[in-house]
């Protein structure tokens, strides 16, 4: 009776804070008919937003795969002075608030600030633009590929790599035909996690892109844009956009959790 009552009040409580929320955004994205629909999508900022997010998704990738693949691999095959520290540092933006990480990009990198300020006169501005917003989606998503290849590379300790070594492998053949296939499936789970915090995020995108339209606009930003200008059908359509990317997530997410450990383990 009891594990009856615990699924069926988990049933209830999803369906309540997530089927029904994401079948209202479907339904009012295409409550006006398909014309409508497809009217919102195809507007050039939204266009502009879309294609932003993935150029910007793009780019944060391979920095979080370098970073976090590097800093795992020292976090788990070296002993070092501040070892510690550092892993407390690279999980520093999951505390931090997004918005007082845009805040601080901003302080720092932004024309007053002390980086800003000795680029302004060569004409390099790097916030309110895609570099800003480069820069602050690297920031909290960095610790996702970290977080899911480090407990991957304390599990298969250092055996075969000192084999390799012995054999007479370089560093990169070591890497390419042991690690690397090791951590494959960890680091496509990080992967996927990136991509999905990177095109969702809002907080700190929004202190530092300056909002221009068409330009600096991300697809979260756009959505809110367009909801403040009373443009309602706009805004759900392009949240149905932003939606489905996060439904194929979750999918992706989903093959690799049940496949993964099975393909590592052989």
Not at 71 to 79: H, L, M, S, T, V
Not at 229 to 248: C, E, H, I, M
Request: glycine content about 8%.
């Amino acid at each position: 009776m009891a594990r009856i009552v615990l699924i069926l009040l988990s049933l209830a409580f999803l369906g309540l804070m997530v089927i029904l929320p994401v079948a209202a955004i479907f339904h009012r994205a295409f409550a006006e008919g398909f014309d409508v629909y497809k009217t919102a999508i195809l507007d050039p900022e939204t266009l502009a937003a879309i294609r932003l997010t993935v150029i910007a998704t793009l780019l944060v990738l391979p920095v979080n795969v370098v970073f976090g693949v590097a800093a795992a691999w020292a976090i788990a095959r070296f002993r070092f002075p501040g070892r510690r520290v550092l892993l407390i540092l690279i999980e520093v933006p999951f505390a931090v608030s997004p918005i007082v990480a845009g805040l601080c990009f901003l302080m720092v990198y932004g024309a007053y600030g002390p980086v800003g300020a000795v680029l302004e006169p060569f004409g390099i501005q790097l916030m309110f633009n895609l570099v800003g917003i480069v820069l602050v989606s690297a920031f909290v998503t960095c610790p996702f590929v970290m977080r899911e290849v480090l407990p991957v590379l304390m599990v298969t300790g250092e055996d075969e790599e000192r084999a390799a070594i012995t054999l007479g492998a370089n560093g990169w053949q070591m890497f390419r035909h042991i690690v690397l296939p090791n951590i494959s499936w960890g680091l496509a789970y990080g992967v996927v996690l990136t991509m999905a915090r990177a095109m969702g995020e809002f907080g700190a995108v929004s202190v530092v892109a300056g909002a221009i339209r068409g330009e600096t606009m991300t697809l979260p930003l756009q959505i809110e844009l367009m909801y403040n200008d009373y443009n309602a059908t706009g805004a759900f359509a392009a949240a149905t956009v932003l939606t489905a990317l996060a439904l194929v997530t979750l999918v992706l997410r989903s093959i690799l959790t049940r496949f993964g450990p099975q393909k590592e383990a052989h």
